[in-house]
């Protein structure tokens, strides 16, 4: 078996008095970069913000600076957005379809744990462009409790998504108790992976692991609580639904109908 030729090296001929009277040949017309996908209005929103955000403090972006640095006017701004804390919000969206786009079937037969670890670090994956602003909005908002609260609400709908990817359910009370542990252990995941440097996420990969696990020990206690307690929830709706009917009677012989 013969091996493959390397590229021959192209010698450059010397040129006859014809070849000099004749017109250059046209240079090959080079491959031009693909263009970059044009962003919705709601998107350059969120983008203008991040810059920003990536630059100075927090608390001095304005309004008005997000509509500008977006190429838009306020009224315009004010179709898409109430407030520079939704804006933010609407970064949450753009990290949900990020992540919700990508193929995960390689995972459908791994176990859940697995499936939840690689959905939370591609929501990081996606998160990484806007790390600097992050970091600094992070920390401008560790003293303000009602825009972490509002946040907590943005989080939790995009949390719900992030189990639905991992095939884990959410409705019902043990469902609900799921959704706020995880968006509480990623917010502990996100400070670490912030002052991660590694280019290999050790440090924000081990305290996701510790994370998922302590969510599941804690599920596991919840579940048995859950057995524990049925027979006593299901004497008191017994007993509430027999004060209804008592209650319903009552007011029949109150109230008889009329003839």
């Given at each position: ?9 192209r ?9 000099a ?9 080079r ?52 407030s ?32 939840l ?23 401008s ?44 252990a ?44 049925a ?17 319903r ?11």
């Open positions: 078996m013969t091996e493959p030729k390397g590229p021959t090296k010698t450059r001929k010397a040129a006859t008095p014809a070849a009277t004749e017109a250059p040949a046209a240079a090959p017309a491959d031009e970069p693909p263009a970059a996908p044009k962003l919705s209005p709601r998107e350059a929103a969120v983008e203008a913000l991040m810059r920003l955000a990536a630059e100075q403090p927090w608390n001095d972006i304005e309004v008005s600076d997000i509509a500008r640095e977006a190429g838009m006017t306020l009224g315009e701004l004010r179709e898409l957005f109430p520079k804390g939704a804006v933010l919000g609407g970064l949450a969206r753009i990290i949900d379809r990020k992540v919700l786009e990508a193929d995960g079937s390689d995972l459908a037969d791994e176990p859940t744990r697995e499936r670890f690689d959905v939370l670090m591609r929501r990081l994956d996606a998160m990484t462009p806007y790390k600097v602003a992050l970091r600094r909005i992070s920390y908002l560790r003293g303000d409790p009602f825009s972490l609260l509002a946040l907590n609400g943005v989080m939790l709908n995009s949390h719900r998504y992030m189990l639905a990817a991992a095939g884990i359910d959410t409705e019902g009370p043990l469902g609900q108790l799921k959704l706020q542990g995880v968006v509480i990623f917010a502990r995941v996100t400070q670490v992976w912030l002052d991660d440097e590694d280019p290999a996420l050790a440090r924000t990969m081990a305290r996701l692991d510790k994370e998922i696990r302590n969510g599941e020990r804690f599920m596991e206690r919840a579940e048995d609580v859950r057995r524990l307690t027979p006593l929830r299901a004497i008191g709706r017994s007993l509430l639904d027999r004060r209804s009917r008592s209650d009677d009552e007011g029949l012989r109150e109230d008889p109908p009329r003839v």
